[in-house]
């Protein structure tokens, strides 16, 4: 039973399209998250929604938007790709109530811009 | 600014050699300090949560305290199933936009030797 699912893992796409990222936990959290990992290995928060509410909104360019059907799904859609988004972006999950409750990681979406 | 350096960045030990991975971090109020694993093609997987000075917690060959300006990850008698990347990250007091976030050291590189 996989806690945190993203979909694809792969995503190899060329400068200028647009392309989606899917994620869903089983957990019965309320809070997910989207991280970006570079290629120094540096994971950073982009984004994080609670209960379908976007909380934390870091400086990213607004060619990323998240969006969160309900509180088990989180997706992540990026406009007019560009070499600079290549990386591997993570979905996590927790349960907001007390603020330090662990994050649960998904295994990553490896995007290759080419 | 948040802040977390892990050292060292890369840590090559003998099957049962003991020895200390290090995160040091500046934050305004810690909520709390989590240390991950992550190997390679996964996402990071939660090991520990440490939330005041003086702290400890264990988990098999694993041992994280905690102190105002650092947090050590003991590993004793290591073997090579061991061997992965160990993330640490802090979370800071404090609410609105900020809430929830995590703030990650860059990694150390474990490699165990049989």
Redesign the interface.
Known sequence: DTA?SQTPKYLVTQMGNDKSIKCEQNLGHD?M?WYKQDS??????MF?Y?NKEL???ETVPNRFSPKSPDKAHLNLHINSLELGDSAVY?C?S?Q?VT??Q???????TRLSIL | EDQVTQSPEALRLQEGESSSLNCSYTVSGL??L?W?RQDP??????LF?L?SAGEEKEKERLKATLTKKESFLHITAPKPEDSA?Y?C?V?ARG?G????????G??TILTVHP
Do not use: C, M, W
């Open positions: 945190v809070t998250y120094k290995k540096f994971l950073k928060i994080s609670n909380i934390i909104n993570f996590a927790s907001f603020g330090n662990p994050q649960h990681f998904g295994d990553g | 909520r709390g989590f991950y093609g996964k996402g990071p997987e939660f949560t939330y990347t993330l990250a979370q609410g936009t900020s809430y929830g976030k995590l703030t990650f860059q990694g």
